[in-house]
C-alpha cells in the first residue's frame, strides 16, 4: 500500500488528538493511502522525544523548516498556536506539502488569503480542522437540512461555553496574548460555532458583537510570581444576519462557571428544528412540523445506526463513540481526498470565510458593537 508520511508540528493538546486520528485510521477504516507517521516537530527535545516515543512518530525535529525540504515528508499537520499557521502553512504549500492544519486558521483575513493562495497555487490538498463538522450526529443534521425537512431557517443559536479561566491562577499564556491568539474565544470557540453556522445555515451577511474581560491580571506562565496581562476578552457574544434572512446569536465564553465543553447549536425553521449538544454528542434532538399533533414533540435521535455517516466502521448500533472520533473522520477525509484530488471541507477556502467574520465581530467587539457587513 502507498504511504502518506506525516510530519506533525505541535505536541501537545491537539499533537496527541491528531496522533490518535492517525493511528485509528487505518485500524478501522480502509484507507487508499497508510498514514505514516514520520517526525514530530517542536522546541524541547525531552519532552518531544517522550511524545514521539509514545505515539510512534519515527523521529524528531526541532526545525520544521529542515522538513519541508525532505522528500520523504508528504503531508505537514499544523497544531501550532494560532500566529504560527501563516507562515508555516504558506511555506508547507511552496514545498508541495499537503496540509491539515488546526483551527482558528490564522490571525487575519489578509493572512488567510495568503495562505489560501499558497495552497491554490501548489495544487496541495488544504484542510481546516473544524472537526465537529464530522461528529455523525452533526452530519444527520446537515443532511435533515439538505432535505429540506427543516424548511426555511429562522435563528440559529450557537453557543461554546467553557470554564478554565474562572480558575484566577491560571497563568497567561499564548491563548491570553492578543499577537499569538488573535482573541479569546471569540476567534478560539467562536471559530468552530461560525463553521457549523456556515455548513448549516450558509454565509452570513453581518455581525455585532460584544465583549467583556472578567480578570485583566493573572500569573505569567514563565514565572507566576510576576502578574501578567490577560490582552484578550473572557467572553464575547455575537449577533448576526445570514445571507438568506436567518438570524443568528452565538455565545463564546471561557467563565461559563461548571460547563467544561459546552458547545451546542439550536436550529428553528418553518419546517422543523434540531439541537445538538456536543457533551452528549452521539444524540440529535428533531422536531418535525409533520408529525401528528397528538404526537409532536422532539425526537431523540441517537446517530449510533449502520446507515448515519462513519458510523459503520466503529461499533454496533448503540455503542457511542467520544470526543477523539471526530479528528479520525477527518484524518480518513483527508487521505481519500489526496487520492481523489477533489478536496475536503472544511478547507482553505472556508477559512477565508471564517476568518472574514471573525475579524467583523472582533472590529465589532473593539468598535461600538455595530454590524459589520461581511463581504
Ligand atoms: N480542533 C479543536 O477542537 C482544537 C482544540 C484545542 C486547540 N486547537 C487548536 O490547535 C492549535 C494548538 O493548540 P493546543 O491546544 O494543542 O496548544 P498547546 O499549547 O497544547 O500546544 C502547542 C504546541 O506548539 C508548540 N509550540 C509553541 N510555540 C512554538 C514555536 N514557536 N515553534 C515550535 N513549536 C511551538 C508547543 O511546544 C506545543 O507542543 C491551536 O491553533 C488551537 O487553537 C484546536
Given at each position: 500500500?502507498?504511504?502518506?508520511?506525516?510530519?506533525?508540528?505541535?505536541?501537545?493538546?491537539?499533537?496527541?488528538?491528531?496522533?490518535?486520528?492517525?493511528?485509528?485510521?487505518?485500524?478501522?477504516?480502509?484507507?487508499?493511502?497508510?498514514?505514516?507517521?514520520?517526525?514530530?516537530?517542536?522546541?524541547?527535545?525531552?519532552?518531544?522525544?517522550?511524545?514521539a516515543d509514545r505515539w510512534g512518530w519515527a523521529e524528531i525535529e526541532t526545525d520544521w523548516r529542515k522538513?519541508?525540504?525532505?522528500?520523504?515528508?508528504?503531508?505537514?499537520?499544523?497544531?501550532?498556536?494560532?500566529?504560527?499557521?501563516?507562515?508555516?502553512?504558506?511555506?508547507?504549500?511552496?514545498?508541495?506539502?499537503?496540509?491539515?492544519?488546526?483551527?482558528?486558521?490564522?490571525?487575519?483575513?489578509?493572512?488567510?488569503?495568503?495562505?489560501?493562495?499558497?495552497?491554490?497555487?501548489?495544487?496541495?490538498?488544504?484542510?481546516?480542522?473544524?472537526?465537529?463538522?464530522?461528529?455523525?450526529?452533526?452530519?444527520?443534521?446537515?443532511?435533515?437540512?439538505?432535505?429540506?425537512?427543516?424548511?426555511?431557517?429562522?435563528?440559529?443559536?450557537?453557543?461554546?461555553?467553557?470554564?478554565?479561566?474562572?480558575?484566577?491562577?491560571?497563568?497567561?499564556?499564548?491563548?491570553?496574548?492578543?499577537?499569538?491568539?488573535?482573541?479569546?474565544?471569540?476567534?478560539?470557540?467562536?471559530?468552530?460555532?461560525?463553521?457549523?453556522?456556515?455548513?448549516?445555515?450558509?454565509?452570513?451577511?453581518?455581525?455585532?458583537?460584544?465583549?467583556?474581560?472578567?480578570?485583566?491580571?493573572?500569573?505569567?506562565?514563565?514565572?507566576?510570581?510576576q502578574m501578567g496581562e490577560v490582552e484578550v476578552e473572557c467572553a464575547a457574544l455575537m449577533t448576526g444576519?445570514?445571507?438568506?434572512?436567518?438570524?443568528?446569536?452565538?455565545?463564546?465564553?471561557?467563565?461559563?462557571?461548571?460547563?467544561?465543553?459546552?458547545?451546542?447549536?439550536?436550529?428553528?425553521?418553518?419546517?422543523?428544528?434540531?439541537?445538538?449538544?456536543?457533551?452528549?454528542?452521539?444524540?440529535?434532538?428533531?422536531?418535525?412540523?409533520?408529525?401528528?399533533?397528538?404526537?409532536?414533540?422532539?425526537?431523540?435521535?441517537?446517530?449510533?445506526?449502520?446507515?448515519?455517516?462513519?458510523?459503520?466502521?466503529?461499533?454496533?448500533?448503540?455503542?457511542?463513540?467520544?470526543?477523539?472520533?471526530?479528528?479520525?473522520?477527518?484524518?480518513?477525509?483527508?487521505?481519500?481526498?489526496?487520492?481523489?484530488?477533489?478536496?475536503?471541507?472544511?478547507?482553505?477556502?472556508?477559512?477565508?470565510?471564517?476568518?472574514?467574520?471573525?475579524?467583523?465581530?472582533?472590529?465589532?467587539?473593539?468598535?461600538?458593537?455595530?454590524?459589520?457587513?461581511?463581504?
Amino acid at each position: 500500500m502507498e504511504e502518506i508520511r506525516i510530519a506533525i508540528l505541535g505536541h501537545r493538546f491537539m499533537g496527541r488528538a491528531h496522533s490518535n486520528a492517525w493511528l485509528q485510521a487505518p485500524r478501522f477504516f480502509d484507507l487508499p493511502y497508510k498514514p505514516v507517521l514520520q517526525v514530530a516537530c517542536g522546541r524541547d527535545t525531552d519532552s518531544l522525544q517522550a511524545f514521539a516515543d509514545r505515539w510512534g512518530w519515527a523521529e524528531i525535529e526541532t526545525d520544521w523548516r529542515k522538513l519541508l525540504e525532505r522528500d520523504d515528508i508528504d503531508a505537514i499537520d499544523i497544531a501550532l498556536p494560532t500566529h504560527l499557521h501563516a507562515e508555516t502553512a504558506i511555506a508547507a504549500a511552496e514545498a508541495g506539502k499537503h496540509i491539515f492544519c488546526e483551527k482558528p486558521f490564522c490571525n487575519s483575513t489578509a493572512e488567510a488569503e495568503a495562505i489560501l493562495a499558497a495552497a491554490e497555487k501548489a495544487g496541495v490538498v488544504h484542510y481546516l480542522n473544524h472537526n465537529y463538522r464530522r461528529c455523525p450526529a452533526v452530519t444527520l443534521a446537515k443532511k435533515l437540512i439538505d432535505e429540506g425537512e427543516i424548511g426555511e431557517i429562522y435563528h440559529w443559536r450557537g453557543a461554546y461555553q467553557q470554564s478554565w479561566l474562572t480558575n484566577a491562577e491560571y497563568p497567561v499564556d499564548w491563548k491570553l496574548k492578543k499577537a499569538t491568539a488573535g482573541a479569546g474565544p471569540l476567534w478560539d470557540l467562536g471559530s468552530h460555532a461560525v463553521d457549523l453556522a456556515h455548513y448549516l445555515v450558509g454565509d452570513f451577511k453581518e455581525i455585532s458583537c460584544r465583549g467583556k474581560q472578567f480578570i485583566s491580571e493573572r500569573p505569567l506562565a514563565s514565572d507566576p510570581s510576576q502578574m501578567g496581562e490577560v490582552e484578550v476578552e473572557c467572553a464575547a457574544l455575537m449577533t448576526g444576519e445570514f445571507q438568506n434572512g436567518a438570524l443568528a446569536t452565538i455565545e463564546t465564553t471561557r467563565y461559563a462557571t461548571g460547563q467544561k465543553n459546552r458547545h451546542t447549536f439550536e436550529i428553528y425553521g418553518s419546517k422543523g428544528s434540531m439541537t445538538w449538544d456536543m457533551q452528549d454528542m452521539n444524540r440529535l434532538q428533531f422536531y418535525s412540523t409533520s408529525d401528528a399533533e397528538h404526537a409532536s414533540g422532539f425526537r431523540d435521535i441517537l446517530v449510533t445506526e449502520r446507515c448515519h455517516e462513519y458510523v459503520n466502521a466503529w461499533w454496533p448500533p448503540g455503542h457511542i463513540i467520544g470526543y477523539e472520533h471526530g479528528f479520525v473522520h477527518a484524518a480518513v477525509d483527508f487521505l481519500q481526498a489526496i487520492k481523489d484530488g477533489k478536496g475536503i471541507t472544511p478547507d482553505f477556502h472556508d477559512g477565508v470565510r471564517i476568518m472574514k467574520v471573525l475579524d467583523a465581530a472582533l472590529e465589532s467587539m473593539d468598535g461600538s458593537g455595530g454590524p459589520i457587513a461581511i463581504s
